[in-house]
């Protein structure tokens, strides 16, 4: 008989482990109360097609969203240079 916690041969009819000293009765006990493992309630790939499922609307709003309100075209600034003022800003009137 070998023990289930370290593994040693133990003489049968023993009580304890010789080698770490654990009670068999207690350790078979402790086992046996320990849950056993559930498998989770939802399989992996639903909690991964709901994610894609919520993305993909999301993107799908934004692209009819921008599609319906198409917004004012934004003048190209170049990085790195101040904006020139128009040129009829500090004339006098
Ligand atoms: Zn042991």
Same mark, same amino acid.
């Given at each position: 008989?070998?023990? @289930?916690?370290?593994?040693?041969? =133990?003489?049968?009819?023993?009580?304890?482990?010789?080698?770490?000293?654990?009670?068999?009765?207690?350790?078979?006990?402790?086992? +046996?109360? #320990?849950?056993? @493992?559930?498998?989770?309630?939802?399989? #992996? !790939?639903?909690?991964?097609?709901?994610?894609?499922?919520?993305?993909? =609307? !999301?993107?799908?709003?934004?692209?009819? &969203? &921008?599609?319906?309100?198409?917004?004012?075209?934004?003048?190209?600034?170049?990085?790195?240079?101040?904006?020139?003022?128009?040129? +009829?800003?500090?004339?006098?009137?």
């Amino acid at each position: 008989m070998k023990c @289930p916690n370290c593994g040693v041969a =133990a003489l049968s009819g023993a009580k304890e482990c010789a080698g770490c000293g654990v009670i068999f009765e207690k350790f078979k006990k402790k086992l +046996d109360s #320990l849950p056993t @493992p559930t498998p989770p309630r939802f399989p #992996l !790939w639903f909690g991964r097609t709901i994610a894609a499922a919520i993305v993909l =609307a !999301w993107m799908l709003g934004l692209a009819v &969203y &921008y599609r319906s309100h198409p917004g004012r075209p934004q003048p190209r600034r170049v990085s790195g240079t101040i904006p020139l003022p128009p040129p +009829d800003a500090h004339e006098n009137p």
